[in-house]
């Protein structure tokens, strides 16, 4: 296991206002849960800790939304969020929640600790305030209509209709989503942590110390240090949240991103008493679990904190997924387009590793990737019920059927070279299998596994045990031309034992191989093999003995079964019916046109269509975004365009942060001759549109494919 006695895994903590999709699943839950299996399949000493964040802005507009209080929205989603995490098999140790009293004092006397060391900065600035309600506003509680797409329902910080992030001072018309009063600028005190001082330490720590991270996180947290760190407030107005222990800040409460990762400290301490061996000895390895959207928090700003505080260990690796869409569109809370957890168990009974299996097989470990119903239904059908289920089916059926339902003899006489390869790739598989594990490549471990199971597949077919029956049946009733002896019709049934006991041997390895992916499936297996879960220990992977000689095995179990077409219509036809819902509700509540605030640019000379024709326009997706070194006004991004990435010189770094806009679909000019740029080659121009003098991407109006030509 290397140099770590000990390893504390931890899994991001889901807001407690709404319950968990399967894009939440692929981006960080199933991966943990896979790794965490593995190491516990290995016997170490891990702990695997998560709850739900139940503090901040999302919890509170949830609550005025339902018309209840924040506690009765936290109470009723950690109980629905915990049970669809137990009902797939999500093996948490703890599964806490940040309203419990020992996160409350844990996050309290952690910023007392770094207030008392002078590590914070107390500072006044003008913030929105309600003058009606009476209180500050956070930019969510602040509506109006969006300057770019024309939503009246924007956001102060995000227009959920055309996505475009904003402040509120770009809000047409704003008002408070509490009162509908003008919000007004009100001097307020907070205390920021003064993150600029800790960049020296993060270049060395995290972009000289940790190259090995993934490409995805590696490279936003350069953009982000590249840019320069600035203070960021520690603390909010607000009365929903943990009090900021000071006696000068009433009504005032810690930013949920102070709060939120000390509840992996405070879950811990709840777990166990020896909770200071996890966070604080040198010889642990902590891991974090996230979504891309959370890679500034856990590997700048709380490695920051942690630092800043003294004592505990520090991240050994972030493996952070990119995002999961749904049928070609970006999955949406607010537009109920997702598949929610708890409707797939109701939808899809005592069927959890399926949906594992898929959202393994196609994680967006690299990039933003897609999940369809079509390719749900074809992955079980042709990959798990017709590989390993088949494999599984026959392997027992005919070891019933030809052998009398016992382990048969391997009879070393007469193993063949064939049989010594196929025992050979048992430790073959083990070996890729854990190599991908301990690198993060989960999407590379199962395929490995697949791979095996397609080993014993074609060991079957080759052998054709059931053929050998056939030929030892019709000797023993003299329907052969040649005299056969009694030798003869031994040697054919011991090949068909040699057969039948490497494909069980095989089967039990893949049972320990699977276990971490599909561990409602290795448990199946255990019961068919009449094996207790010991059976399933690491260790015990690349053995060609599991299953002892002559030991009776309970009747075949059909592991996946075929999936019909009329169980997907069902779930497309849900879809549908979502997406109808959604554009009714915007047909109902189109937003009148936004007056212009200057005149549009003037028409430019007339073309024919044949210089039109001439453009090769092509969809992107910005795969990486950075500032060019001595120029301002320049960012270098590479630009995925399906067949090829191209990079992109753009003068847009006065509009937009590098690591805002990674991840988001362009429109690229890709036949214009390259040219050189502060040495750069650009191959390509970007095409924006300018808004009062705003530049906002030309993108197409639903997330395409790389490459798709615009015409």
């Not at 960021?232 to 607000?238: F, K, Y």
Request: net charge negative; hydrophobic share 40%; with cysteine.
């Amino acid at each position: 296991m290397g140099k770590f006695n000990r390893y504390l895994i931890t899994a991001a903590l889901p807001y407690a206002n709404g319950p968990v999709h399967i894009g939440h699943l692929a981006g960080c839950y199933i991966p943990a849960d896979i790794y965490v299996r593995y190491l516990r399949a290995k016997k170490a000493d891990v702990k695997f800790v998560c709850g739900t964040d139940e503090h901040g802005v999302p919890i509170t507009i949830k609550a005025m939304k339902e018309g209840v209080t924040p506690q009765d929205v936290v109470d009723k989603y950690h109980k629905i969020i915990g049970d669809s995490f137990a009902a797939m098999g999500i093996s948490f140790d703890i599964f806490s929640r940040t309203s419990n009293q020992v996160h409350h004092k844990t996050a309290s006397d952690y910023f007392l600790k770094m207030y008392n060391d002078g590590l914070f900065e107390e500072k006044e600035s003008e913030q929105y305030f309600d003058p009606k309600a009476n209180m500050f506003l956070a930019d969510r509680y602040i509506i109006g209509t969006c300057p770019h797409c024309g939503n009246d329902k924007a956001y102060g910080d995000q227009c959920e209709k055309c996505g475009n992030s904003l402040s509120p001072d770009e809000l047409i018309n704003p008002h408070s989503a509490l009162s509908d009063a003008v919000p007004i600028k009100k001097k307020t005190k907070h205390w920021y942590m003064p993150l600029q001082n800790y960049e020296p330490w993060l270049n060395e720590w995290l972009l000289e110390g940790h190259k090995e991270w993934k490409n995805n996180v590696y490279g936003q947290c350069k953009s982000w240090l590249d840019s320069g760190l600035h203070p960021r407030a520690m603390t909010r107005d607000s009365n929903w949240g943990i009090q900021v222990p000071l006696k000068d800040a009433e009504g005032k409460v810690l930013y949920v991103w102070f709060d939120a990762p000390i509840g992996y400290i405070s879950a811990t301490k709840e777990l166990t008493e020896n909770w200071a061996d996890y966070w604080c000895k040198e010889d642990t390895k902590l891991v974090h679990f996230i979504g891309k959207d959370n890679i500034v928090f856990h590997c700048i700003i709380f490695p920051a904190m942690l630092k800043a505080h003294g004592g505990f260990v520090l991240p050994d690796n972030v493996p952070a997924n990119e995002f999961l869409n749904l049928e070609g569109d970006k999955i949406s809370t607010s537009r109920n387009w997702a598949v929610w957890v708890n409707d797939y168990i109701q939808d899809f009974p005592d069927q959890q590793d399926i949906l594992r299996y898929v959202l393994t097989a196609t994680a967006p470990e690299t990039k933003d990737n897609d999940f369809t119903w079509k390719d749900f239904q074809a992955r079980n059908n042709n990959e798990l019920a017709d590989n390993l289920s088949n494999f599984v089916h026959r392997t027992m059926v005919l070891m019933h059927k030809l052998c009398g339902g016992k382990v048969p003899p391997l009879h070393p006489d007469l193993i063949t070279d064939y049989d010594r390869e196929t025992v050979a790739s048992f430790k073959f598989a083990k070996e890729k299998v854990e190599n991908a594990l301990e690198a993060y490549k989960f999407r590379e471990g199962l395929s490995e596994v697949m791979a095996f199971s397609s080993v014993g597949n074609k060991y079957m077919q080759v052998n054709e045990p059931w053929i050998l029956a056939k030929a030892i049946e019709k000797i023993k009733k003299g329907e052969t031309h040649e005299k056969y002896t009694e030798a003869d019709i031994e040697m054919l049934q011991k090949r068909i034992d040699i057969c039948l006991h490497v494909c069980l041997q095989l089967a039990a390895n893949l049972a320990i191989l699977v276990n971490p992916f599909l561990p409602f499936t290795a448990k199946k297996m255990c019961h068919m093999f009449k094996v207790v879960d010991k059976m399933l220990e690491w260790e015990n992977a690349g053995a060609s003995n599991l299953l002892k000689v002559g030991y009776s095995l309970r009747p075949s179990e059909i592991l996946f079964s075929k999936i019909d077409d009329s169980i997907i219509n069902k779930q497309l036809e849900k879809l549908a019916e979502t997406k109808k819902e959604v554009l009714a509700a915007a047909a109902a509540n189109a937003p009148a046109p936004v007056a212009e605030e200057k005149p549009a640019a003037p028409a430019k000379p007339e073309i024919q269509f044949d210089d039109f024709a001439k453009l090769d326009l092509r969809v992107g997706t910005i795969l990486q975004a950075e500032k060019v070194e001595k120029a301002d006004k320049l960012l270098k991004l590479l630009v995925d365009i399906g067949t090829e990435k191209r990079t992109v010189v753009s003068g847009i770094a006065m509009h937009f942060n590098p690591e805002d806009i990674v991840g988001k679909q362009v429109t690229l000019v890709a036949n214009l001759a390259p040219r050189k740029m502060r040495g750069i080659e650009s191959q390509g121009m970007i095409l924006m549109a300018e808004d009062n003098g705003k530049l906002v991407f030309v993108n197409p109006a639903e997330a395409v494919k790389p490459g798709s030509g615009v015409s």
